[in-house]
């Protein structure tokens, strides 16, 4: 009977430890960091990380918007560091969802966004969110209210998108919006908000959180009107707006600010224009070669990027 109920005890321990789950498993080293540049994805655009000794430029953007650093310091604590993107002054970056050439935009992502072995991205949004922050750290408060003030609150509210997944992978908030029926007019308001954000930035660099948020909300409701399936223009057509260079103008944007109404933006001629006549959108061929860049720059620089979709960081 001992011998009986000790080889039942054994076989039970044996069973037990074949279900039990493995805690002594080793989670993969996270060696490398990829960081996009996003619009859509912008290629050849020089990437840049500050973990508060400097910045460190880690190269220019691939195809998919790119580019990836083994450096240490910001491979494991990227929550440390900002991240820059900008123009080296040899290439013009390129939007490939669209063509759209971005001689001079800028992209940041606060300190404090970025988690070891998650997605990163640097936007318009995060760029503005940025701005709004300072020299503090990020956190999602701030966040939440730059996205409720450029009206793109109900995202993360009603669609089932983190404020965190939306500025941290807004390629696939993207994406997961698209394949959704039900968040089309979502969407569309992203990509036109977007848009219009990273030209309004361009344009007014030195503009006020206020000032580009408010312009920029008003501008994309203008887009929005005219195309209500943005970047499908109403004729069926795949179209960007291109605004950069209008807003430029310091006179344009003074009354772009004291606009209150679509109305008010449809009185401002050549914004009129450029928003009922958008640009044709063209997507650039994929290159075969991954360190490849835009052919609308004048030569110079080096790819970056692993030649894989959506940013992270962690490979």
Known sequence: MKIKLLSTVIAGVILAGCGSDN??????EVKSASIQAYDGAIWGIQGSYNCGNGDTVIGLTNYDGLVKTTDEAFVNTPEKCSFTFKP?????????SNGKYLPTLELKAPKGLFKKGEAATASPL?????NKLGDSAYDEATATQVLEDLGLGEIANTCGISVT????????????LAANPDFTDV????????????DTLAAQPDASTDEVTKATKLLAESTLAEHPNY?????GKPVHVELAEILADDDTFTAVKNAETIEDIQKIPDLDDA?????DSNVPEKPEDPDALPTGGTGGGT???????????GN
């Open 88 to 96: 080296d002054g040899n290439v013009i970056p390129q939007d490939t």
């Open 23 to 28: 805690n002594n498993s080793v989670a993969p």
């Open 126 to 130: 995060s760029t503005l969110i940025a």
């Open 231 to 235: 970047p499908t223009s109403k004729d």
């Open 275 to 279: 928003i009922k006549n958008p640009a």
């Open 187 to 198: 969407h569309s308001k992203l990509i036109a908000t977007t848009h219009v954000l990273a």
């Open 165 to 176: 997944e939306l500025l941290t992978d807004t390629d696939g908030a993207v994406k997961k």
């Open 303 to 313: 790819g970056g990027g692993d030649g894989s979709s959506g940013g992270g960081t």
